[in-house]
T-cell receptor, first 117, second 118 residues
Framework: AQKITQTQPGMFVQEKEAVTLDCTYD???????LFWYKQPSSGEMIFLIY??????QNATEGRYSLNFQKARKSANLVISASQLGDSAMYFC??????????????FGQGTRLTINP | ETGVTQTPRHLVMGMTNKKSLKCEQH?????MYWYKQSAKKPLELMFV???????ENNSVPSRFSPECPNSSHLFLHLHTLQPEDSALYLC?????????????????FGPGTRLTVL
């Protein structure tokens, strides 16, 4: 069963508009973490924002915010005032821990975001 | 050098070749990871090393052989690969242990090695 689901293979948005990228997850753990990464064409994965399962407030980092709805198991990324440089692949990931406490990231399929001028 | 570096950035090899991918992190982390990113598939975790000890091997074929000589360096040795092994191989690092869900402890990624197996 897929643990991270990103239902939007591609999104096209006009520059300066806000965009929401969807992410739903599946876990039976009480303690978990959710990440969003950006992958430009250069290939490097760039960390954007993090939400812990016990965090009561939605995470925000500059133009990025995370709409965390725990009961619905969704963690959507909102990018405000989009810029041309925001064009990239965006991945949602969930952190799991093994019995030794090491973290593993489980990624979704990604959403390709294109910002049009 | 800063962050996580990977060499080479591009590699083309035949199925009978032996090659190695190198990853180095300059962040003082003590956990390192190899991921495989194939076209149209999510990133797949291959190997995890914590304090130089391998703690995860996600059913990866033996033609991929990791090596972690110290907490700053990670290698992926390749031999007798198949064309379906062509992919972007990403290295990442983080702190270990990871703490509670309240701590970010995000993984920092390198730029990847684009591997093509002919």
């Amino acid at each position: 069963a897929q643990k991270i689901t990103q239902t939007q293979p591609g999104m096209f948005v006009q520059e300066k508009e806000a965009v929401t990228l969807d992410c739903t997850y599946d876990t039976s753990d009480q303690s978990y973490g959710l990440f969003w990464y950006k992958q430009p064409s250069s290939g490097e994965m760039i960390f954007l924002i993090y939400q812990g399962s016990y965090d009561e407030q939605n995470a925000t980092e500059g133009r990025y915010s995370l709409n965390f709805q725990k009961a619905r198991k969704s963690a959507n990324l909102v990018i405000s005032a989009s810029q041309l440089g925001d064009s990239a692949m965006y991945f949602c990931a969930m952190r799991e821990f093994d019995i030794q406490g090491a973290q593993k990231l489980v990624f979704g399929q990604g959403t390709r975001l294109t910002i049009n001028p | 050098e800063t962050g996580v570096t990977q060499t080479p950035r591009h590699l083309v090899m035949g199925m009978t070749n032996k090659k190695s991918l190198k990853c180095e992190q300059h962040l003082g982390h003590n956990a390192m990871y190899w991921y495989k990113q194939s076209a149209k598939k999510p990133l797949e975790l291959m190997f995890v090393y914590n304090f130089k000890e391998q703690t995860e091997n996600n059913s990866v074929p033996s033609r991929f052989s990791p090596e972690c000589p110290n907490s700053s360096h990670l290698f992926l040795h390749l031999h007798t690969l198949q064309p379906e092994d062509s992919a972007l191989y990403l290295c990442a690092s983080s702190f270990y242990p990871s703490g509670t869900s309240g701590e970010h402890n995000e993984q920092f990624f390198g730029p990847g090695t684009r591997l093509t197996v002919l």
